[in-house]
Each structure stands twice: as structure tokens, then as C-alpha cells.
């Protein structure tokens, strides 16, 4: 079963951030925040990914609360093409091949 | 450069055959996954493998076989007792540490 809970769908303006959460209340103190997306028949996208800290990069900022119970994704001026399906896990990152499980995401549309 | 490369793309089968989806990868990953996605659905988790030799069912494993000879070859092969074969299958890998994973661009099976 998957270890996080995302809204099912969420609009954004183009031009604007766009903030997508993710609640993982039962995260374990070895597990990562990992983000992903996929747009319509492509495989999915890395993103990013954090432990505690904040984090970015040249796609999105990650946020992640102190208690580590939740997460959001931040892309910062949201583009058309960042509509896509936006999923959110998490994964210990040390112990080799893991069982990682995908719910079922978040459907982020930029309108122009 | 580096990836990971499905074949085929699109595969029509009829029912009661096997058939068998490649996955490889150049990327020098030690672990490898195959996911299932069907219309509007999350991922689900078909196999997993750390290891040359080694892998490890994942949710939706029945009616499915995999192998993994070489490093860089995970392949999937859907049995005729799988019940609902039709479905996008995508295949993903990822290093030992902290890294997140590598899609490839799936493969659309269609039973008919």
C-alpha cells in the first residue's frame, strides 16, 4: 500500500508556483521524500528528492515540514507543460532494491 | 547516453500467449523495477531486482515472470495466466544510494 496521500487533482494558473502536497504521516526516519511526474503516455519523470532539508533544483523547491509528517512540491512559475501527473514517495535510499509503491498522484493542469 | 530502453513500444498479443517485454539499461544501476499502469491508475508493482540472480515480488506479481542474468537486463515476460494482461508496463532503475529512479518509456500492451 502506499505510504503517502495526495490530492487527486489541483489547478494552477501558467505564470504562477504551483504548490502540490503530500502527507506521509507513518515516514520513518531512514525514509526520502521522493517527487516524480508524468505526463500523458511517457514513463515517469524524475524530479526531486530530500530527507530534511529543504531542497532545489532547476525543476521545483521541496519543502518538507519538521516533523517530516508532510511534504510540498514547489514549482516555482508553472508553465503549460508542467501539467502532468505529479506523485509523491517515500523510500529508504541505502538499502538496495526497495519495495516502492506509487498512489495514485496528484493531476496538476496549468491554465493559460 | 545513458537510459534505460523498453522494446517493443506497442505489442499486440492474443489471448493465451506469452509474451515478453525487454528492459535495459546503461546506466550501471544495481536495482531494477517493472510497474504496471492501467487507464487513469496509479503504478503497481510487478517485480524487483537488487541483484544479478535476485528479485523479489512486488503486489501484482502472479501471472508474471522475470529474470536477471545480466546487470543491465530486467526483462518481463506476461504469461498467459495473467488475467488482464492489457496494460502500459514501464520498467525503472535505480543506484544503490540515495538516487531516485529511471523510467523508461513503457510499453503498451494490447491483448486481443
Known amino acids: 500500500d502506499a505510504k503517502t496521500t495526495q490530492p487527486p487533482s489541483m489547478d494552477c494558473a501558467e505564470g504562477r508556483a504551483a504548490n502540490l502536497p503530500c502527507n506521509h504521516s507513518?515516514?520513518?526516519?531512514?525514509?526520502?521524500v521522493y517527487w516524480y511526474r508524468q505526463i500523458h503516455s511517457q514513463g515517469p519523470q524524475y524530479i526531486i528528492h530530500?530527507?530534511?532539508n529543504n531542497e532545489t533544483n532547476e525543476m521545483a523547491s521541496l519543502i518538507i515540514t519538521e516533523d517530516r509528517k508532510s511534504s510540498t512540491l514547489i514549482l516555482p512559475h508553472a508553465t503549460l507543460r508542467d501539467t502532468a501527473v505529479y506523485y509523491c514517495?517515500?523510500?529508504?535510499?541505502?538499502?538496495?532494491?526497495?519495495?516502492?509503491?506509487f498512489g495514485q498522484g496528484t493531476r496538476l493542469t496549468i491554465n493559460p | 547516453d545513458g537510459g534505460i530502453t523498453q522494446s517493443p513500444k506497442y505489442l499486440f498479443r492474443k489471448e493465451g500467449q506469452n509474451v515478453t517485454l525487454s528492459c535495459e539499461q546503461n546506466l550501471n544501476h544495481d536495482a531494477m523495477y517493472w510497474y504496471r499502469q492501467d487507464p487513469g491508475q496509479g503504478l503497481r508493482l510487478i517485480y524487483y531486482s537488487q541483484i544479478v540472480n535476485d528479485f523479489q515480488k512486488g503486489d501484482i506479481a502472479e501471472g508474471y515472470s522475470v529474470s536477471r542474468e545480466k546487470k543491465e537486463s530486467f526483462p518481463l515476460t506476461v504469461t498467459s495466466a495473467q488475467k488482464n494482461p492489457t496494460a502500459f508496463y514501464l520498467c525503472?532503475?535505480?543506484?544503490?544510494?540515495?538516487?531516485?529512479?529511471?523510467f523508461g518509456e513503457g510499453s503498451r500492451l494490447t491483448v486481443l
Open positions: 530530500g530527507l530534511k
Open positions: 514517495i517515500v523510500s529508504p535510499a541505502f538499502q538496495g532494491a526497495q519495495k516502492l509503491v
Open positions: 525503472a532503475s535505480r543506484r544503490e544510494s540515495a538516487g531516485g529512479l529511471f
Open positions: 507513518t515516514i520513518s526516519g531512514n525514509e526520502y
